[in-house]
């Protein structure tokens, strides 16, 4: 079955460093875009980064930009987010998220999410 | 950015009831919009997209109208089920936006 499985959160102190991953299954990953969103405890949604297919292209939340990398490894079906100068709005859990076509871009597969803590 | 108000923040609703959540746009986004429904500790679930286009295995007391920058949800009659947070986002032009979300509770 279509599968998103993130891993990689955790409690990190401001300015650190972490990276989430998120594991593809049941389906052709190579094929789609793939988004990272995230909720702050207590809050709404908010979108934070997408990657074409092929890694060609790359976008990004202004909250992150220059902080945060997100990539793919076609080979091994993951998603990555790599997360630099971590603040303590940074504090949320991180989806990662599926495009529903490959040229339609509302999120049809998300997964279980990942706990990213910003503390000292 | 694209700017969006959804509207109301919360909705006191009883089983049976019919209902409807409202999200404008700051500008226009022809149909690029989707609904999404989230339950407590849960990741969100496509429930529309293309605005009116009902996903796959969602029941069809869900529809979603409008384009250019005025849209709805519609749960034609709520179930016990339905008792959960509702999010609009614009996947227009990036960076793509959430709505405020509507909380959905048994009146």
């Known amino acids: 079955q279509v599968q998103l499985v993130e891993s990689g959160g955790g409690v990190v102190q401001p300015g650190g460093s972490l990276r989430l991953s998120c594991a593809a299954s049941?389906?052709?990953?190579?094929?789609?875009?793939m988004h990272w969103v995230r909720q702050a405890p207590g809050k709404g949604l908010e979108w934070v980064a997408f990657?074409?297919?092929?890694?060609?292209?790359?976008y990004y939340a202004d909250s992150v930009k220059g902080r945060f990398t997100i990539s793919r490894d076609n080979s091994k079906n993951t998603l990555y987010l790599q997360m630099n100068s971590l603040r303590a709005e940074d504090t949320a859990v991180y989806y990662c998220?599926?495009?529903?076509?490959?040229?339609?871009?509302?999120?049809?597969?998300w997964g279980q999410g990942t706990m990213v803590t910003v503390s000292s | 950015a694209i700017w969006m108000t959804q509207s109301p923040s919360l909705l006191s609703a009883s089983t049976g009831d019919r209902v409807t959540i409202s999200c404008r746009m700051s500008q226009g986004i022809r149909s690029y919009l989707a609904w999404y429904q989230q339950k407590p500790g849960k990741a969100p679930e496509l429930l529309i997209y293309?605005?009116?286009t009902l996903q796959s295995g969602v029941p069809s007391r869900f529809s979603g109208s409008g384009s250019g920058t005025d849209f709805t949800l519609t749960i034609s009659c709520l179930q016990s089920e339905d008792f959960a947070t509702y999010y609009c986002q614009q996947y227009y032009s990036f960076p793509y936006t959430f709505g405020q979300g509507t909380k959905l509770e048994i009146k």
């Open positions: 049941g389906f052709t990953f190579s094929r789609y875009g």
């Open positions: 998220a599926k495009r529903v076509t490959t040229a339609d871009d509302a999120f049809d597969i």
């Open positions: 293309a605005a009116s």
């Open positions: 990657i074409r297919y092929d890694g060609s292209n790359k």
